[in-house]
């Protein structure tokens, strides 16, 4: 049988045709090399190359051992652990509401249909990433710069379409636009950077010039901490770009410039005076995350390791006292921050305890640690690039929410995986589909 009979006979074999190609060269390879040695051993070429066919084994057989490894894989086992992650989610934020916003004159009522609200969020968010899953995300690379292109494109359009009655709903739709763009954009800048690779030092400012657009949105929200992540989540996949050998550079001057450049613009954004949210005056604003960070500190310390902090009162209105000093007055843990997503855990620590809020946060940990896992051992460079940049940025927000959480850093407008409001939602299952699709296509997308 010659060669080509016998790749047609084993590609007949292989059910996701695009994996056929590279089945095919790996095959080819080694025919090759069996043929090299039966050609020192002084056969003619088609005796060599007939006998190295013949080597390969039944072409049906090796077809289809080649079909089951080959193949898209679907880790459905992490999705369910997902899927628990995100009911539990819900579930802690509408037992929390329910003991704590209706001291913050709620109704019952309110937080339900809020709870529905959330829940559509959610199913539709999941929904969106087991979509994203069956999406090559070589495929989503590929396209980058265009997909990046027409986002921004959009963005500078909505302004100018933002007319009455429609107003005040472009207006929304505009602000969770710009929020969402430095999280949509991170994994498509490693995309673009990735086709610089071999550039050398040109290709490496290409794409570090592609990463600029992400700093826009935590510039435009003046968002001091988020801004300082994603340098910092920019600055590793840049390093390991040119660490892998991406660009064929010198690794060592490089690095340290990177990360030259990276300390000096860490110190120029924290000691910025005026670096504020909302227009509000930098005196009042570093006083109140002060403040803030204190009341945190002092609820997290008066919490319990089990159970709760307060005292039930009322058998009809079953709220959580408990009040914290903020410049030597008392106030109810509901008078200092709202009853929302970014101090979750602060109240499952007041309402359930310190050792339920270290549990929660152990397990999204572990859960995001081993998706980052998941995707460095991809043997695919685009796949351990992209996946690099996902989990990072889920990794670092998480962390960086649990330390609000806890009052060791100061209390900002924080991101947070697994958080319950539309966008985070949006942001989190968008990151997590890409993750999930270069596991699905790591054995089909070459190296």
Request: charge should be negative; include cysteine; proline fraction near 3%.
């Amino acid at each position: 049988m010659d060669r080509q009979r016998y790749m047609e006979l084993l590609g007949g074999q292989i059910r996701c045709k695009r994996a056929v190609p590279l089945v095919t060269k790996e095959l080819e390879a080694h025919i090759e090399e069996q043929k090299a040695d039966f050609l020192a051993e002084g056969m003619s070429e088609s005796k060599a190359e007939e006998l190295a066919v013949k080597e390969m084994g039944d072409p049906v057989e090796v077809g289809i051992q080649m079909d089951g490894i080959h193949r898209p894989k679907m880790n459905w086992g992490l999705i369910f652990l997902i899927g628990l992650v995100s009911a539990a989610g819900l579930m802690a934020w509408y037992g929390l509401n329910i003991r704590f916003a209706l001291g913050a004159d709620q109704t019952p009522g309110d937080i339900y249909h809020l709870f529905l609200r959330y829940v559509v969020y959610t199913a539709a968010g999941f929904l969106a990433m087991v979509g994203i899953c069956y999406i090559d995300y070589t495929w989503l690379a590929a396209k980058a710069k265009k997909i990046m292109l027409v986002y921004s494109g959009a963005l500078l359009l909505v302004p100018i379409i933002s007319v009455q009655p429609l107003g005040d709903v472009f207006s929304e739709g505009y602000t969770a636009a710009v929020w969402l763009m430095a999280f949509l954009f991170l994994p498509l800048c490693c995309g673009v950077l990735y086709s610089y690779r071999g550039q050398g030092t040109l290709g490496l400012f290409k794409g570090t010039a592609w990463m600029l657009p992400v700093v826009i949105s935590p510039l435009i929200y003046r968002n001091r901490m988020e801004l300082l992540l994603f340098i910092l989540i920019l600055a590793v996949v840049l390093s390991y770009a040119v660490g892998t050998g991406t660009f064929h550079i010198p690794a060592k001057w490089t690095l340290f410039s990177i990360w030259a450049v990276t300390m000096i613009l860490f110190a120029g954004i924290i000691k910025a005076d005026g670096f504020t949210s909302f227009g509000i005056i930098p005196e009042m604003y570093e006083e109140f995350m002060e403040q803030s960070k204190d009341a945190v500190q002092e609820i997290v310390a008066g919490s319990r390791a089990l159970g709760s902090a307060g005292e039930m009162r009322g058998v009809q209105d079953e709220t959580l006292e408990f009040s914290v000093n903020v410049q030597g007055e008392s106030l109810k843990i509901t008078e200092v921050f709202p009853v929302g997503s970014e101090f979750m855990l602060t109240y499952t620590a007041v309402c359930f305890g310190t050792f339920a809020a270290a549990v929660a946060s152990l397990v999204i940990g572990a859960m995001l640690l081993r998706l980052l896992s998941l995707s460095m051992k991809q043997k695919n460079r685009l796949g351990r690039l992209m996946g690099l940049g996902c989990g990072l940025l889920l990794l670092t927000h998480a962390a960086g929410y649990m330390l609000v959480n806890m009052g060791v850093i100061i209390p900002e407008q924080m991101y947070c995986p697994f958080v319950i409001e539309s966008k985070g939602v949006i942001v989190t299952y968008v990151l997590l589909g890409i993750i999930l699709s270069i596991y699905r296509y790591q054995s089909i997308s070459e190296a």
